[in-house]
T-cell receptor
């Protein structure tokens, strides 16, 4: 059974810092991995999607990497801004399934 | 940018009542999903739907739950007799290929269900 873990659970940084969020998963037979952003009481916004054959994806100040064999992904946020404050969720889709298995998230606070 | 639309945004219901949560997926998507998130917990998969039938469901999705695509645009989740533990945020999502390759999943903004 796939288990997804995210560390740290919470992170507080001053504006301008570069930061790394971590995601690990127990079953390496994944089809893809997605990073989402969730604002309080709101829906999930897809940030980056990495296929199992890819090593990384970039969008603006965000870069996500995937190491399938070790069961790890990282989300790198460059030059953080207060508007980046949100909960970041990692989710994996296993090969042969359609569902996403989510981690518990990292709650990020970027202070001005 | 295309959106998944969910209504209502918040619903309060009495225990034992039936509720229907509504979603309008992205029009050219083929796969539709319901997830839920109990306050403070992980987002959990409930069910996926393709070609007018359930393609995958979790152990949470028992006989109290049902899904339907009554017309070409709406996708609904029905809970027949709500329990207190059904209180959660319910998210609808859709994807183009079922593998989320080009678009990934697109989630709606959720319906917060409160059972009293």
């Amino acid at each position: 059974k796939q288990e997804v873990t995210q560390i740290p659970a919470a992170l507080s940084v001053p504006e301008g810092e570069n930061l790394v969020l971590n995601c690990s998963f127990t079953d390496s037979a994944i089809y893809n991995l997605q990073w989402f952003r969730q604002d309080p009481g709101k829906g999930l916004t897809s940030l980056l999607l990495i296929q199992s054959s890819q090593r990384e994806q970039t969008s603006g100040r965000l870069n996500a990497s995937l190491d399938k064999s070790s069961g790890r992904s990282t989300l790198y946020i460059a030059a953080s801004q207060p508007g980046d404050s949100a909960t970041y969720l990692c989710a994996v889709m296993n090969t042969g399934f359609q569902k996403l298995v989510f981690g518990t998230g990292t709650r990020l606070l970027v202070s001005p | 940018e295309p959106e998944v639309t969910q209504t209502p945004s918040h619903q309060v219901t009495q225990m034992g009542q039936e509720v229907i949560l509504r979603c309008v997926p992205i029009s050219n998507h083929l796969y539709f999903y319901w997830y839920r998130q109990i306050l403070g917990q992980k987002v959990e998969f409930l069910v996926s739907f393709y070609n007018n039938e359930i393609s995958e469901k979790s152990e949470i999705f028992d006989d109290q739950f049902s899904v339907e695509r009554p017309d070409g645009s709406n996708f609904t989740l029905k809970i027949r007799s709500t329990k207190l533990e059904d209180s959660a945020m319910y998210f609808c999502a859709s994807s183009g290929t079922g593998r989320g390759s080009n678009y990934g999943y697109t989630f709606g903004s959720g319906t917060r269900l409160t059972v009293v």
